[in-house]
Structure formats: structure tokens, C-alpha cells
């Protein structure tokens, strides 16, 4: 392997993309024998890999289109400068995660003024959820992609997709989430009538945090009204603690807010159920072995263009079993009186909290792979580099 040194642009526009773009630039550093140079966009951990920021990426954290459409022309802006800076640094190849929104419409400036520059996409776009015409259209600015999920290759090669590899997801060797797996695999199930933890977790986008968390909050009251004291907890990131302050600060009864990922995963290892948005967090809780119900509040606009959405669920662990493990309640029938109800049956010992946990045990055999996601990632990412000649 040659010890040229390499510089690499990675763009990720949200926590989850940070992580996962920290984790490969990581395994990237071990199996390339020069020194790596990131330039573009990311946050603390692509940051702590070496990646001076071009702005803070908070900004990107934005959800559903009135959203988008509010910051439109702060987003054009962005994308515009963000690929102006990357075709200024000359890299050797640019790697995309996720939020392609972003993401994607920065590679395809990137691509017209850097033709030879190789692009590689961590975390497949959810062709296979809408717009399927997506899958084709990469193949003007994208050589490679990293699938998370095991059935993305086969559905981007039936929709004329860039070459795509399942390399695995980065919670599925993730020490924590191991970690707590297996503690809470012996810990005894409370009997019904003993004082629960319910973990709430509203997301860490504020549109998600402003919808969501007055609904936990009713669920909350209703839950205690019919069990009893019960203690809740909420983690959050720093950036939305005074949000999530805000909106509580008024409640009779509020949930212990708690910062940090250390505080987080001791709320996974002590929570008796979880009710969370729809999103990454919810594979962390069905790998950590976590019950949950899944929740999502759409906007105005995605509500209308719900018919276009082919997928059958929002779950990710829905999606790799193939099957309902997890229930999931969206827009209007998202209602306090439902959450609390699976709340119940899923923090004591129950069929349904019984049928979640085995069908969690089929996901994460799913998610296995010979190497961690990182890694496996990282290969690729070596091997578009020498196909294309940069190393």
C-alpha cells in the first residue's frame, strides 16, 4: 500500500453522519500508511479526527421541506461555498454521508468543475423509499456507495445504481451499545406495580424536539396517572438543552434532562421502555436491547406527498427483519393515550415486550458482518482510490 499522503473531503450534515464519517476517517488512518488531511464539513468527531469545519453544521439540522424552504437560500448558499472550497482544496477523493439534500447536490458542483475526482456515498439515499429515479441519477457524481443496510445493494443494482457494498452499521460493533446489550440481557424484567424508567428521547433536531416532547409530556402525565410514580428520562445534546428546557419548564411533572453520551447510555442500560422519535436512535435502542415505540410528526408538505412514500414502515429495524417489530405512530394518530398504553406493556414482562426482543435479536443478526462498518468502509474507500489512481 502506498504511503502518499491523501487528502480526503468528507461532507456530513448531522450527528449521526459525523459519527459515521469519524469512524471510517478512523479505520482510514490504520490501513493507509501516510498521513490522511480532511477538509469540509462536520462536527465534534470528524473534528476531533483532524477536520477544521467550513461552518457549523448544526446549520444543516433541519427537518421537513417548510423547513427547507425557510432557509432556502441559506442552504443555496451554503451548498455553493461548500463546493467552491472543496474544488479549491484539490482533494483526492470526496465522501459524502448522508443527508443528501446536502450532501448530494455539493457532489454534483464538485463533479462538474473536478471531473476525475472519485466520490464516494456513505449511507445509501432511501431510494427504495421514494423518488427511485434517484438511484440512476448518481451515477452522473457518485463511484461508490456504503450501504448500512443489508438489502441496499440488490435494490440500487435492480434501479440501475452506482456499484454498492454492504458494509455493516457502525452500532453494531459499537462498545457501548455492546456493552449494554449484554448487562441488560440478565437484568430482571420489573414486575408490574415496581417504579419504571421511561427514556423519552424527542430527537436532536428542533423542528422534531418542538413537535414531539409536548406529546411525550401528555404520555408522561397519563403515565403516571395509571401506574404510578415512575421516573422519566430525557438525554439530549447541548445544542437543544435550552429548547427542551423551554418547552418543559411549565410542566407539573418534567423528565430529568441529561447531557453527555456518558449520561445517555446509563439511561439506555437503566430504561424499563423507551418512546422516541423515528430515526437512528431507534436501531441503537433495538441493538442495546431497549423496547420502544417509535413516533414521528411530519410537516405540512410531507404530509401532502405522503402517497408518493413506498416504503411500508419508518423503523430501520422494521426494515432490516423485514417485519413489524417495532410499532411506529405518525402525524394524527401520534396520540399520548397509545404511547402510554405500549409504554405499559413493554416495561414489564409481557408477550409484546417478549416478541420485540426476539424480533431485535433477528435484526442484529442481520446486521453482522465479518468486519466493523468503519473497516469495511475504509476498504472501499482505498479501492475507488487505486481504481481511479490517486494512490
Known sequence: ?????????????????????????????????????????????????????????????????????????????????????????????????????????VARKVRQKLPDLPVVNYVCPSVWAWKEYRAKA????????????PFEPAVMQRLGGPETHFVGHRLASNADILRIREARKVREVRAAGDKRTILLLPGSRGGEITQLLPVFGEAMQEFVARNGDTRFVLPTVPRQEARVREITQSWTLRPEILLGDEAKWRAFEEADAAIAASGTVILELALAHVPVVS????????????????????ALPNLIADYAVIPEYFNDVLRPASLVRWAERLATHTPQRASMLAGYDDVWQRLQTERPAGQAGAAVVLSVLQKRGRL
Not at 25 to 33: G, I, R
Not at 69 to 93: E, N
Not at 296 to 310: E, N, P, Q, T, V
Request: glycine share 8%.
Open 295 to 314: 413516533t414521528y410528526k411530519g410537516d405540512w408538505i410531507i404530509r401532502m406527498l405522503s402517497h408518493r412514500i413506498k416504503i411500508w414502515t419508518g
Open 1 to 105: 500500500m502506498s504511503d502518499k499522503p491523501l487528502k480526503i473531503a468528507v461532507i456530513a450534515g448531522e450527528v449521526s453522519g459525523d459519527l459515521l464519517g469519524a469512524d471510517l476517517v478512523a479505520y482510514l488512518k490504520t490501513l493507509h500508511s501516510g498521513p490522511v488531511e480532511l477538509v469540509g464539513v462536520g462536527g465534534e468527531a470528524l473534528e476531533a479526527q483532524g477536520l477544521k469545519s467550513l461552518f457549523d453544521f448544526s446549520e444543516l439540522s433541519i427537518m421537513g421541506i417548510t423547513q427547507v424552504l425557510s432557509k432556502l437560500p441559506r442552504l443555496i448558499k451554503l451548498i455553493s461555498w461548500t463546493a467552491d472550497a472543496i474544488v479549491a482544496a484539490k482533494p483526492d477523493l470526496l465522501l459524502i454521508v448522508d443527508s443528501p439534500d446536502f450532501t448530494h447536490r
Open 138 to 149: 448518481m451515477l452522473a457524481y457518485v463511484d461508490a456507495v456504503l450501504a448500512v443496510l
